[in-house]
């Protein structure tokens, strides 16, 4: 069982890797993933949250899904985003500030999962592998 301060051990040598080489994952199960690092505020905490997630683009907007890694049930992150849609986000070796909105079911949700599977073809099993619909959140850059 992966406890807390390994997981944060793991994330913290990720995030360093991550920024070390402009954006890029050179190594370990994350190789060559777009990612992006969204911090958000906790929904129930208030407290700054962070989340590594693979992102895909729809036009100027950045396009990520809960999928919690296979979970069964939507990642913390969600509710955070749905409470306080004020993030930060650091794609490359940029960081700015984005609104993000929340798709959960519907027409549009549905065509922002398709990006998603379009760009990460890897994510296409996860509807069945998890049993429920994966949330699809549009981060929109707030800061010019």
Known sequence: MTTKTSANAWEDAL???????DGHVTSGPLAGHPLLLMTSTGARSGEPRRAILTYARDGDA??????AGGSQTDPA????????????????NT????TAGVHLDGAERD???DI???????????????GRTIPMVRLTRTDG
């Open 77 to 92: 992150w969600v509710r955070n985003v749905e409470a306080n849609p004020q993030v930060t986000l650091e794609v490359g």
């Open 15 to 21: 995030i360093a890797e991550w920024r070390a080489n």
């Open 111 to 113: 065509r922002l999962w």
């Open 62 to 67: 950045y396009l990520v899904a809960g999928t």
């Open 116 to 130: 998603q599977v379009r760009t990460n073809p890897w994510f296409g099993e996860y509807p069945a592998k998890v």
């Open 95 to 98: 960081s700015f500030a984005a």
